[in-house]
């Protein structure tokens, strides 16, 4: 990324209805509304930090022309001139854009705000000068205004009327600085803490709140951009606030927050859900490094400045779809990431030295924070190491460090990378084992649980975890009693061991079947695919022999839940073929179960069409069986008859 002193594009602004449409008032009701709209600017508090002395012209101009118009109100006259109408109508209009303006500067990002300051300017000064053009038109003569309201006028277009835009050297000089401070980050230069510290107390950014406020200001600025560059040069600030709010206050003060979206919300089932939004795709797409992404979803990734997979980390890509190509769109952002590199390597080594709990929960906290973000942050934090780091508290007594440090986990956990780093960390496995069995809270279990899914996705790992009846009993036990996101969090977790044929008899030694059967009502797609999942790799008997299971399984797919009633029919396949006749018989006899597998066979997946099918034909031929059988014991009683006549 190229870190120059050229603008920044301007970012797409917020619509006001005043900015488009001419007021359609009577004459008196638009001078009005014209003070009023002038007062409501003249109230307005200049900028504090940037662009103090444009900002406080601007107000000062809208507070002298509420003047004249009180002055005008208080003496009407009958009927407005159409050409003051006019004039009136595009003061109005100049005015609810300056309006705008100012609130978008006021409650926007500072830093954001500097980097464009010479460009605002602009805006204010193009804006000045129309209100300078209108007041040049303005029929004063038609209004019985007193000479001290005249001068006034006067007055206000000599304001008005300037050659160019002021752009205060202070402002330009601590830009300058700005661009400095990341051209360093971006050569891998740690920024001197004194001069970090002058730029952010000139920006006004003087302690750890108004930084988070900042950033959040700009992660918002990120979706207005129109320019791919601008987004990426806003994610550097991003990068740069995050790492000096860390280096100059320290990190957050942890606070009571739900868990951000736990990997239970990656599936249901998995292959539908986003990795980056953890939403359903509406509109999917393939990259080549094979993981699906939303298309709205892994466009704002490129936008934003990255061109590697967001899931694997990998070299720069191109979606496979024809119409939809993003190689070559947006640089790596050298900048953002080197900022990400250096506040995860800062807060990795005050967390190795010995501290208070409380300012380990603090960098715990601020580590959490940073690894919901994105990949390139969970590949920084777990390269400087935090993983072994975050093992220690697993089970610490203070319930918030324990919550904090397994949500970090599970964070980093999304990343392969980091899987295979946790999955080789001496005691990792077994603390977050231990955290699923006796976490302090329902939240550190529920994103323990979370955390054996996470790392369960690949291969090695699962047939290693499913090798641990701890972790079995662990994820059956949180089943049970859990509330019911952490009882989905260990159902989804046991689904995913439950891939591994050799991991079924420990499954169902642990209870699982019962467990499932009891879980079908309340959590039906979870539990069902669970049930489907063991009956298929060699668990069909220990199904089969609960009829309240094959009862519950005809009932879901015969009334349940889309995405359930396609596991349902795939595990009374399994099951059926199993259990024999009484199973089939105990299927057969569910009121309106035919139909409910016609339905699934016209409108499913093509899984749940072949599943559907296959179920339809045992079907059939049981009751072919059945009327063999029939006539068959039929034909027998008529012989014994004919034998006792004779």
């Not at 990400?340 to 380990?360: D, H, Q, W, Y």
């Not at 697993?394 to 999955?423: G, Y």
């Not at 955290?435 to 054996?452: D, F, M, P, Q, Y």
Request: with cysteine.
């Amino acid at each position: 990324m190229a870190i120059s002193s050229q603008e920044f594009p301007p970012r797409k602004r917020r619509p006001s209805a005043g900015s488009f449409i001419s007021p359609n008032f009577s004459d008196s009701k638009l001078i009005q509304s014209l003070l009023v709209l002038s007062l409501e600017v003249a109230e307005l508090k200049p900028l504090d930090f940037i662009l103090r002395r444009c900002s406080a012209s601007v107000i000062r101009k809208s507070s002298l022309l509420a003047v004249l118009l009180e002055e005008i109100l208080r003496n009407p006259i009958c009927f407005l001139p159409r050409s003051s109408v006019l004039c009136f109508e595009e003061i109005y209009l100049v005015l609810q854009r300056i309006k705008t303006l100012l609130e978008d500067c006021l409650v926007g990002s500072k830093i954001w705000l500097l980097m464009q300051n010479e460009t605002v300017s602009n805006s204010f000064h193009e804006m000045i000068v129309e209100l300078s053009t209108l007041l040049d038109i303005f029929p004063v003569k038609e209004f019985d205004l007193t000479e001290d309201v005249k001068d006034l006028v006067v007055l206000i277009r000599k304001q008005c009327w300037e050659r160019k835009a002021f752009v205060d050297h202070s402002d330009r000089n601590l830009k300058l600085e700005v661009l400095k401070l990341l051209h360093h980050i971006k050569n891998e230069i740690v920024p001197d803490q004194s001069k970090l510290k002058v730029v952010f107390d000139a920006l006004g950014l003087r302690d750890s709140t108004s930084c988070i406020v900042e950033i959040e200001s700009l992660e918002d600025e990120v979706q207005s951009q129109v320019s791919e560059n601008s987004k990426a040069e806003t994610v550097a600030l991003i990068g740069l606030v995050r790492f000096a709010k860390c280096v100059l206050f320290g990190a957050s003060t942890p606070r009571s927050e739900s868990s951000t979206k736990t990997i239970a919300d990656l599936v249901c089932p998995v292959d539908f859900r986003c990795p980056i939004s953890l939403d359903l795709m509406s509109d999917p797409v393939v990259a080549a490094t094979g993981q699906t992404y939303d298309r709205s979803s892994i466009s704002l990734w490129i936008e934003s400045g990255h061109n590697t997979c967001p899931k694997t980390a990998k070299i720069p890509f191109e979606v496979t779809d024809a119409n939809f190509k993003l190689n070559g769109g947006v640089s790596s952002n050298k900048a953002a990431l080197e900022a990400t590199r250096m506040t995860a390597i800062f807060l990795v080594g005050k967390l190795s030295t010995p501290s208070s709990n409380e300012t380990a929960s603090r960098i715990v906290y601020e580590l959490r924070l940073l690894a919901k973000t994105d990949s390139d942050n969970r590949a920084c934090i777990g390269d400087a190491g935090a993983i072994p780091l975050l093992v220690r508290y697993l089970n610490d007594v203070d319930p918030n460090l324990q919550v904090n440090a397994v949500t970090t986990l599970l964070n980093l956990s999304i990343l392969e990378a980091n899987k295979n780093k946790i999955m080789e960390t001496i005691g990792a496995v077994d603390g977050i084992v231990e955290a699923l069995r006796s976490g302090a809270t329902w939240e550190v279990k529920e994103n323990a649980a979370a955390t054996i899914f996470s790392l369960s996705t690949i291969d090695a790992h699962r047939k290693k975890l499913g090798r641990k009846t701890r972790v079995i009993r662990g994820l059956v036990g949180l089943a049970k009693v859990g509330p019911t996101s952490a009882k989905k969090d260990a159902l989804l977790a046991i689904l995913n061991l439950a891939v591994e044929r050799e991991a079924i008899g420990r499954l169902i030694e642990a209870g699982v079947v019962h467990m499932a059967v009891e879980m079908v009502d309340e959590l039906p797609e979870e539990a069902v695919a669970i049930l489907a999942a063991i009956a298929k790799r060699g668990g069909a008997a220990q199904v089969a022999t609960s009829f309240a299971c094959v009862r519950k399984m005809a009932i879901i797919l015969r009334d349940g839940p889309e995405s359930a009633r396609e596991s349902a029919a795939a595990g009374l396949v399994s099951v059926c073929h199993r259990g024999g006749e009484e199973v089939v018989g105990e299927l057969a006899g569910t009121p309106g179960i035919e139909r409910a597998i016609w339905e699934l066979m016209g409108m499913g997946t093509g899984r749940g069409r072949r599943k559907s099918a296959s179920l339809l034909r045992i079907l059939r031929r049981w009751a072919e069986g059945m009327e063999n059988r029939t006539i068959a014991f039929s034909m027998n009683n008529n012989v014994a008859r004919m034998a006792l006549r004779t």
